[in-house]
């Protein structure tokens, strides 16, 4: 019968809320209902409690015949309303074969995390981990052999299988059973004391949103497990990226009003040489305010970026940059001999305000800066991918010589202190030796890679003249 195939046994004695899943709602309950098997009345189950739920269907007695219905089951309902000495009635339709039974709630591993997640969420939640929100691994299953289709009659002679229009088997001839008619699986609840109408209204809402289809697409929390973090880095992430165009969209805005700025700064500048001119006596108030917000802003004309508008053609647009970058690095390299090309391109952007020169640009400016800078200011790429500006004591062949007479003079030293001799960065120290080694002109001491003794775990690299060495001749014996 439907309610021994469909229906699961539960413990009455324990609250309906403490059965429900995890991600389980209860909606609707109603007292006194009835059940009907099929077309008969069940003799247990004839005064109790029904209760939907966004999953299952619970009935409840104090006879402790008690049993839940999931509502992945039910197919089709219908409603009657009653008449006269008969009650109201929901008609429950079910699978017309049982459909494959949920598996028991057990604990189960992760594969990914090794969480251990317990029974208490729905069967199709059930396969999402609690944690990282890894689905579970299908297990094998035992493979079972194709069920015959329910259309064909077996021949009770030679067993072949004959459609359900035969009366005799297309083989032997024989008389073919007459088929039963198919078993016609139901489940009716009568409503003997009212309130059929809001449970059938809070069921068909059930039935329409699938909730137990649904359960595994629920977004785990967000802030635990693997997939909490994941979430919160796409979320700075997509924050980050926000923000970059939100302020690059500013920046192009401002660029284009550059021009506006240096053409209005040009303007009130003449205009002030004219006043001034014209009246050398005194300067009014208002022009020295005028003049002190353009130096402010940078915007007075000695020292005004150029612009390739101001300009008849790219070549001169170049020359005349070549020419801003050499006063530029009269600052920045004031004090020093070599400096980074990053370092000077933020440098010079920084001075220009507004009118920013793109890395492409500034590239196609760096070879006609000799003709511009005194002392000559040269490019050089260190092995390491770094491209530097310097000035001709650290060009390779300066540095090479002073390298070697400082090694000479005063024994094996680190890059650190070679970098502290020549007030450079150790980053650029390492990079200008290395050339000089690639010339064979000094060796390291790698204390780490000794082949005998001890060795050092901190590996401290000493570097040692190769003038050292010039005697010594090698035997092949060690």
Known sequence: MALKRYTKSIDSTIPIPALLYTDERLFSSQNGVGIYDGQQKSPNHQSGTVHVSSHRLFFTDTRHNSFALDLSYVVQTEYYAGLFTSSSKVTLHLASQTLPGAPEPEVWECHVCGNRNRPGTSPAASRVCTLCGVRRESSSTPSTPAQVASDAIACLACTYLNSSSNTTCEICTAELPVPLAPEISLIKLSFRKGGDKAFYSNLKSCLKTKAWGLAVDVPLPSGSGI?????????????????????????????????????????????????????????????????????????????????????????????????????????????????????????????????????????????????YTTPTIQTRQLHSGLTVLHTPPYSHAAFSARLVGFLSLNGPQTSAEIAQEEEITVGLAEGMIGAVEADGQVCRDDEASALSGRGSAVGVIRWWPWTEFDSYHYDGQE
Request: hydrophobic content about 45%.
């Open 227 to 371: 997939n909490g973090i994941l979430q919160s880095v796409a979320t700075s992430n997509q924050g980050q990226e926000t923000n970059m165009k939100d302020a690059l969209q500013d920046l192009e805005a401002l660029m284009l009003k550059a021009k506006d700025m240096v053409r209005l700064a040009a303007d009130l500048n003449e205009r002030l040489t004219t006043s001034t001119a014209a009246n050398p006596a005194s300067e009014p108030e208002e022009a020295t305010f005028i003049r002190s917000s353009l130096s402010q802003l940078g915007l007075q004309m000695d020292n005004a970026p150029v612009t390739l508008d101001m300009m008849r053609d790219e070549r001169e647009w170049i020359n005349q940059l070549a020419k801003e970058l050499a006063g530029v690095l009269q600052m920045i390299m004031k004090d020093r001999g070599i400096i980074a090309l990053d370092e000077v391109w933020g440098g010079w952007n920084r001075a220009r305000g507004v009118a920013l020169i793109p890395p492409v640009t500034f590239l196609q400016v760096l070879p006609h800066l000799p003709v």
